[in-house]
């Protein structure tokens, strides 16, 4: 499967990983399932041409411009 195809099918794993992420009830390291998910957003990039350190950069650059969300400090009209 390629292109808009396996797009289409990362983006229904997508919403299936972030289902399982936020399950109250999991019994499913949490660990292990935010790590499922990241591998389905880094599948989704490379789907669309990106590496994966070109993700973590953009990261660490998104961070320093707007803030980490872990701080409780994110500059962001939609967040805290």
Request: net charge negative.
């Amino acid at each position: 499967m390629t292109g808009k195809a396996l797009a289409e099918k990362l983006f229904e794993k997508l919403i299936d990983e972030h289902s399982r992420l936020i399950e109250e009830d999991s019994t499913e390291a949490l660990d292990i399932r935010i790590v499922d998910m990241i591998d389905t957003l880094m599948a989704i990039a490379t789907n669309e041409g990106k590496a994966e350190q070109e993700l973590l950069e953009l990261l660490q650059q998104r961070r320093a411009e707007l803030g980490r969300l872990d701080t409780g400090f994110y500059l962001d009209d939609h967040v805290a």
